[in-house]
């Protein structure tokens, strides 16, 4: 902040040691030098008080009016600093006013924010740290903006350890952060990661149907996408057919993001002998290299030939480790069975920081997702299809399935593949 003196008047400089005096070096013995001291200065006794009150803050026409100084606004803030220079005074019997427009929930914590203009100190929380990021934001209070991002930070770190108890954010939140472009490279990153490690949580919700294209395609493409490949199929076709995507190059680039190799056999050989992918030929292409997998993958001179993202088996690390179902989890034939432990039931938890409280509740339950209907349970290609992957064992503290629904999901995937393909007709035509 520039400083102002009137002509003719020169002071000592008093953020500068005196002249010709060296400063006293932390650890060493003080001589005849200098030395800086520094106390937290806070006015948090100001906050909302009429004492030297000069302004008034009126967020939402009324919803909520606070008394302002209007030097440690302007100090804090030089956005609200702009906005007060901008401000018409008022009669010499009233205050001016600063109206404020807020969304609702950012005016639900205005409070702890001009608390922390004020005193420097918050409280945060999972319920209320994103609206109060938003309003340190806007008004581009650093200190604030910096203790959110750490916070926002830890909790999704939390979340990416399924072990640990802290709730966190829910689903629809962590893809409206990844989506909305409005918060840094490491929180984005962050949640793409949550995003991985919930995968299964994701499509069982009712937000899936609704992610961007792009979150979907990101989604696909990572290793530690958390559910068996089957599952990624099923759901990847469910968001199509959800969509009536009918773009056959956003079909194609879906499908190819698929590690076909990583399907059981007989799934392949239904693919294969439908013509599912006729009219996709990348992905056509991919299921043939699958097929060929499956047949020469112990003969030692191909293992050249089977290298590739297609052939990485994505990283099951968000099971239960050293459980005796995760033995043999990630070869091609076990990887149509289920995630034994991904939404296992965790004791609560309280996690605690400086300022900071954290209570969790228990998950919420698994929902099953169904995805088409237009295979009859009574044919053989249903039957043959039951056979493929028998059920898996259950967790003492998860739902159990029927592995019929899955195997049956893989079936109608390829249905709609196939009608996906006749619709959008040959890519040369």
């Known amino acids: 902040m520039k400083r102002f003196s009137p002509s003719g008047q020169h002071y000592p400089d008093p953020s500068m040691p005196p002249e010709n005096v060296p400063e006293v070096i932390e650890g060493q013995t003080l001589t005849n030098e200098s030395k800086k001291v520094k106390t937290n200065q806070s006015f948090e006794s100001l906050f909302d008080s009429e004492s030297l009150c000069d302004v008034i803050l009126n967020v939402n026409e009324g919803q909520f009016v606070f008394r302002g100084h209007r030097m440690i606004l302007g100090l804090k803030s030089e956005i609200l600093a702009t906005m007060l220079n901008e401000l018409k005074s008022g009669d010499s019997q009233s205050r001016p006013v600063l109206n404020l427009k807020e969304a609702p929930e950012c005016s639900m914590v205005f409070s702890r924010f001009l608390y922390f203009i004020y005193s420097g100190a918050v409280w945060l929380h999972r319920d209320y740290v994103l609206p109060l ?18 916070y926002i930070s830890q909790i999704l770190l939390n979340m990416i350890d399924t072990t640990d108890g802290c709730r966190g954010f829910s689903i629809d939140i962590i893809c409206d952060i990844y989506e909305g472009n409005l918060y840094s490279d490491e929180i984005c990153d962050l949640c793409y990661k949550v995003l991985c490690a919930k995968f299964r949580d994701l499509i069982a919700s009712e937000r899936w149907p609704f992610c961007s294209w792009h979150l979907v395609s990101d989604l696909l493409k990572c290793d530690d996408c958390n559910a ?7 759901s990847a076709t469910e968001w199509m057919k959800r969509n009536q995507l009918a773009d056959k190059n956003l079909i194609e680039d879906i499908l190819v993001n698929i590690r076909y ?5 007989k799934v392949l050989y239904h693919l294969q002998k439908n013509g599912v992918f006729k009219n996709f030929p990348q992905v056509q292409e991919l299921v043939e290299n699958a097929v060929r997998y499956h047949c020469f993958k112990d003969v030692p001179e191909a293992k050249d030939d089977f290298v590739g993202v297609q052939f990485t088996k994505r990283t099951l690390n968000r099971t239960r480790p050293n459980s005796a179902e995760n033995n043999g989890m990630n070869s ?16 609560g938890q309280t996690h605690c920081s400086p300022a900071v409280l954290i209570q969790n509740t228990q998950p919420p339950p698994v929902v099953q997702s169904q995805i088409y209907s237009n295979l009859l349970q009574e044919s053989r290609e249903y039957q043959r299809l039951y056979e493929v992957a028998p059920a898996p064992p259950s967790s003492p503290n998860q739902q159990t399935f029927s592995p019929i629904p899955q195997m049956y999901n893989v079936s109608s995937a390829a249905n709609y593949v196939q009608n996906a393909s006749v619709q959008t007709g040959d890519r040369s035509s």
């Open 332 to 347: 091609p034939e076990m990887l149509s069975s289920s995630n034994q432990n991904l939404n296992r039931s965790v004791p």
């Open 133 to 150: 990021h938003s309003l340190a934001e806007k008004y581009q209070v650093k200190p604030l903006i910096q203790h959110c991002h750490s």
């Open 228 to 234: 068996e490949e089957n599952v990624i199929l099923t």
């Open 261 to 265: 190799p990583l399907l059981h056999r």
